[in-house]
């Protein structure tokens, strides 16, 4: 049997090929861009919140005086009628003793001078 060759094919000739080489070597991890690029909007977020705790922290302390002023004055104006109403418990037999006879005093004028009819 006699083969039969193409008519464009050439046994003779081969197409090149490339030498055969390892790809290098390269880990998942060598490109550092992404992760510092994560490090860093980390860096930034954990900025912002910690001035935003600091920020409450100061506004935390302003209230915290504004309300001591406010319980000093509380206290105060119990105290101021604390006193009061003392001094007035402490007199109130005099004072009581005193409007009772000016209103007694009242009623017998009112009585000694009769009214005349008309």
Partial sequence: MVKRQEPFS???IT??????TTPPTTYPGSDYSFTLQTVMELQKTVGQ???AVNTLTDQQK???KKLDGISHKIYAAIVVLLVI???LTFFAKGIN????HRIEGQQTQQQASP???D
């Fill in 97 to 100: 003793d005193l409007l009772v």
């Fill in 115 to 117: 009214h005349k009819p």
């Fill in 49 to 51: 919140l910690t001035q």
């Fill in 85 to 87: 109403g003392g001094i």
């Fill in 15 to 20: 197409t090149p090929r490339f030498p055969e």
């Fill in 10 to 12: 050439r046994p003779d």
């Fill in 62 to 64: 302003e209230q915290a």
